[in-house]
């Protein structure tokens, strides 16, 4: 099974899995003794998806990570098709389909009401809560090692680790509490253990207790 699956919906012979870790994975259950992996899908190499449900031939996928929800056809049960995102600026952590309206709940932002056709980045939702915003900088030949920079609005602690393009943890930049504005630390290319990693592109994800932002990053030797 998945590394930490959240959230399982089952349509037919098949049978659907949302985890932190995998991302959205297919199996195929008519044998119960026998399971078999059709297909596995993750919207963004640091995709975080924690809860799903179908309603009439859609699969809803929660992505805390990105702050979205995905939608998937299901005509073809074991190949689901990514047909819209939609961007809603808050943690969905479990949600309904109501006369045609999507009814969310959002870890601290409490509840939403959302329009199921809404394509990210066509309507954004007020926010309810101060934003962390993310940056990464400078990314050239003359200086390889990306700095990343956060500003907090409200002093928050800080958690900031990078990933590779498969989604896993390669570094722990920083874990401690920071005050009110603007921090930065460079990345030095290492991971935990302090082994120099390849060049290319990786994901630096800033947490705080009410937000996390993911932001690309160039690392280049």
């Known amino acids: 099974m998945p590394a930490d699956p959240n959230s399982i919906a089952i349509l037919g012979n098949y049978a659907y899995i949302v985890s932190s870790g995998a991302g959205l994975q297919v199996y195929q259950i008519q044998n119960s003794t026998n399971l078999s992996l059709q297909s596995s899908l993750l919207p963004y190499p640091t995709s975080d998806l924690v809860y799903c449900f179908i309603e009439q031939s859609r699969l809803y996928v929660s992505d805390l990570n990105w702050n979205q929800i995905h939608v998937y056809d299901l005509t073809n049960p074991s190949q689901p098709i990514l047909v819209n995102s939609i961007k809603t600026n808050f943690g969905t952590a479990d949600m309904k389909l109501r006369n045609g309206l999507l009814f969310t709940a959002n870890d601290y932002a409490g509840m939403h009401v959302l329009d199921p056709t809404m394509t990210l980045g066509a309507q954004e939702m007020p926010l309810s809560t101060p934003v962390v915003s993310l940056s990464n900088y400078p990314q050239s ?43 930065s630390v460079i990345w030095t290319g290492t991971d935990d253990n302090g082994n120099l990693v390849a060049s290319g592109v990786y994901f630096a994800k800033v947490v705080t207790p009410k937000n996390r932002v993911v932001h690309k990053m160039l690392l280049m030797k």
């Open 141 to 183: 030949l003359q200086s390889p090692r990306p700095r990343s920079a956060f500003d907090l609005p409200e002093q928050s602690t800080v958690t900031l680790e990078v990933y590779n393009l498969k989604g896993q943890k390669v570094k722990t930049l920083l874990r401690d509490s920071f005050d009110r504005g603007q921090h």
